[in-house]
């Protein structure tokens, strides 16, 4: 009985939010949303940093490692502007993101991910290897796609490589 009083209440507050405990979102809504994420590592392969700014909400919150939080889209493009690669020297080689979760309730999508980045040098004789973890919120839009709320991640281990052998 002493736990029952909480668990009504946040059963009630989570229905008063427009969620129901039952709703983990249709095949269709996880769908797109594998889909906005195949679309977004795409831009950030291209290193395409206004595609990748539009793909954020007008009130998104970009929350990288080590620096403070980074407050609407303005300034999350701003951001990318500032920590884009030269492209004229290195290509992103691989960029994967393996989604362990992805839970949509309402207008909301909740996922994370273990990640793996490789940038190689153009001529392909130098490359650094990072591998991290993130957790993103995305907010459906009124036309029905998908935009990232808020997104923080860590890196777990940064490896640096000298010669075309190791990757």
Known sequence: MLYRKPIVLMFLSMLLAGWSVADSGSDADV?????????????????????????????????????????????????????????????????????????????????????????????????VHMNGTVLQVLKKQPDGSWKLLRSSWSYEGKKKDSNKGER
């Open 31 to 127: 769908a797109s949303v594998k889909a906005f994420n195949q679309a977004y590592l795409a831009a950030q392969k291209s290193g395409n940093t206004n595609k990748i700014a539009s793909m954020w909400a007008a009130d998104g919150v970009l929350l990288p490692p080590g620096e403070p939080a980074v407050v609407g889209s303005s300034q999350i493009h701003a951001w990318f502007v500032r920590n884009e690669p030269d492209m004229q020297t290195v290509r992103i080689a691989t960029n994967t993101a393996n989604w362990k979760d992805i839970e949509v309730a309402g207008d909301y999508a909740f996922q994370w991910a273990p990640t793996f980045v490789n940038i190689r040098s153009v001529n392909d004789d130098a490359g």
